[in-house]
């Protein structure tokens, strides 16, 4: 069973155009996040949402939405597609923190979606 | 905020020799550290992570990292390669108790047979 699965794997599209990105976990977890890779490797978190509530937003335009249904399932909406969000998108999900002095939290990875925008 | 670096951006090896990536980060409290892999083509996976403990830490596949907290380093290494091992690496830090898991920019392993 896959453990955190995204859909599609692969979408390409035309600027302008409005796309969804679909992930879910069955692991179980509390949080879910959305990263941006980009063509040199760089991984970049964007949001975050722990148990259907937004913790992390960092600085994305604000045409990608995040929505999450449910714990299992967080989404990502990008309106008004652009050259520059041509990328690897991955979804990632954690329990939380373990708390104590050292609080530590292991993210498990989906397949990433390859995004092209022509 | 925490940043990492690691030092080295494509690594060309051969089959059997030893390895060591680099990876320091900048903050001064207590971190949470990680090595992911990522496979052409493929997720990251988890190789290996250290809350707590023994700085030396084991992980799959033969790697293992050493936290160095006087250095802020948390090397990755692994004494033979093989050419499975070609792949992207990244080096992560995170705050107890927090979210955010900050990577660094990632260094290419190419291992050749």
């Known amino acids: 069973d896959t453990a955190v699965s995204q859909t599609p794997k692969y979408l390409v599209t035309q600027m302008g155009n409005d796309k969804s990105i679909k992930c879910e976990q069955n692991?179980?977890?509390?949080?879910m996040y959305w990263y941006k890779q980009d063509s040199k490797k760089f991984l970049k978190i964007m949001f975050s949402?722990?148990?259907?509530?937004?913790?992390i937003n960092e600085t994305v335009p604000n045409r990608f939405s995040p929505k999450s249904p449910d714990k299992a399932h967080l989404n990502l909406h990008i309106n008004s597609l652009e050259l520059g969000d041509s990328a690897v998108y991955f979804c990632?999900?954690?329990?939380?923190?373990?708390?104590?002095?050292?609080?530590?939290?292991?993210?498990?990875f989906g397949p990433g979606t390859r995004l092209t925008v022509t | 905020a925490q940043s990492v670096s690691q030092h080295n951006h494509h690594v060309i090896l051969s089959e059997a020799a030893s390895l060591e990536l680099g990876c320091n980060y900048s903050?001064?409290?207590?971190?949470?550290l990680f090595w992911y892999v990522q496979y052409p083509g493929q997720h990251l996976q988890l190789l290996l992570k250290?809350?707590?403990?023994?700085?030396l830490v084991k992980g799959i596949k033969g790697f293992e990292a050493e936290f160095i907290k006087s250095k802020f380093s948390f090397n990755l290494r692994k004494p033979s390669v093989q050419w499975s091992d070609t792949a992207e690496y990244f080096c992560a830090v995170n705050v107890p108790n927090d979210y955010k898991l900050s990577f660094g920019a990632g260094t290419t392993v190419t291992v050749r047979a």
């Open positions: 903050y001064g409290g207590t971190v949470n």
């Open positions: 250290y809350f707590s403990g023994d700085p």
């Open positions: 692991l179980g977890h509390d949080t």
């Open positions: 949402y722990n148990n259907k509530e937004l913790i």
């Open positions: 990632a999900s954690s329990q939380k923190p373990s708390g104590g002095a050292y609080g530590g939290l292991e993210q498990y």
